[in-house]
């Protein structure tokens, strides 16, 4: 596609429920980033993939979240029993390649609110 | 801790002024790029300089890149209103290739 998309762009979810967050990438980028940023706050790294290789998922704050990319194109990022301090905009984003010298592509992010 | 931190956390300037912003970093980068996040949540790619860089220009803005001090200053000329935003350095780690964000700066300027 154009842009990397990213759905639901709202999502409200009561508290302990489970919530899947979508993003797409830009056709043919191989490296895509999820970041997590709170009202006013600056960007939370989470994961990264690049192409085949193991994601880096260093930054995932706990074993409640975890995230996948199929086909090496879409991925989904999973919030399980979901509490309030997750409420945040989660922002997507794709590149040609980690570390290739190439900007970032981002998408307009998913507001989670958990209630 | 945070890799990049940014300088002043705000910033508010009348139209036609030119506004800089700071970035320090502490760890080896691959290059340092420059975001900017209208209110709302996308952000857009303005710039990136590469480690063996000093200075880039892009239309109005203007980057520079000391590795010796690991910091980075953005400059944008001539403001206009439609600068306001919110300013983000990011670094694009060597050993990792992880990019990450700084607190940011927010500018705003008054017409």
């Known amino acids: 596609g154009a842009g990397v998309s990213q759905s639901p762009s709202n999502k409200v979810t009561e508290k302990g429920k489970d919530v899947e967050l979508r993003c797409d990438p830009i056709?043919?980028?191989?490296?895509l980033y999820w970041y997590r940023q709170s009202l006013g706050q600056g960007l939370e790294f989470l994961i990264y993939?690049?192409?085949?290789?193991?994601?880096?998922k260093s930054g995932l704050p706990s074993d409640r979240f975890s995230a996948e990319r199929t086909g090496g194109s879409v991925s989904t990022l999973t919030i399980q029993r979901t509490q309030q301090e997750d409420s945040a905009v989660y922002l997507c984003?794709?590149?040609?390649?980690?570390?290739?010298?190439?900007?970032?592509?981002f998408g307009s992010g998913t507001r989670l609110t958990v209630v | 801790s945070q890799q990049g931190e940014e300088d002043p956390q705000a910033l508010s300037i009348q139209e036609g002024e030119n506004a800089t912003m700071n970035c320090s970093y502490k760890?080896?980068?691959?290059?340092l790029q420059w975001y900017r996040q209208n209110s709302g949540r996308g952000l857009v790619h303005l710039i990136l300089i590469r480690s063996n860089e000093r200075e880039k220009h892009s239309g109005r803005l203007r980057v520079t890149l000391d590795t010796s001090k690991k910091s980075s200053s953005l400059l944008i000329t001539a403001s206009r209103a439609a600068d306001t935003a919110s300013y983000f350095c990011a670094t694009d780690l060597r050993r990792t290739g992880k990019l990450i964000f700084g607190q940011g700066t927010t500018l705003q300027v008054k017409p």
């Open positions: 056709s043919g980028h191989t490296a």
């Open positions: 984003a794709s590149s040609l390649e980690v570390g290739s010298g190439y900007g970032y592509t």
């Open positions: 993939f690049q192409g085949n290789s193991a994601p880096d």
């Open positions: 760890t080896s980068i691959n290059n």
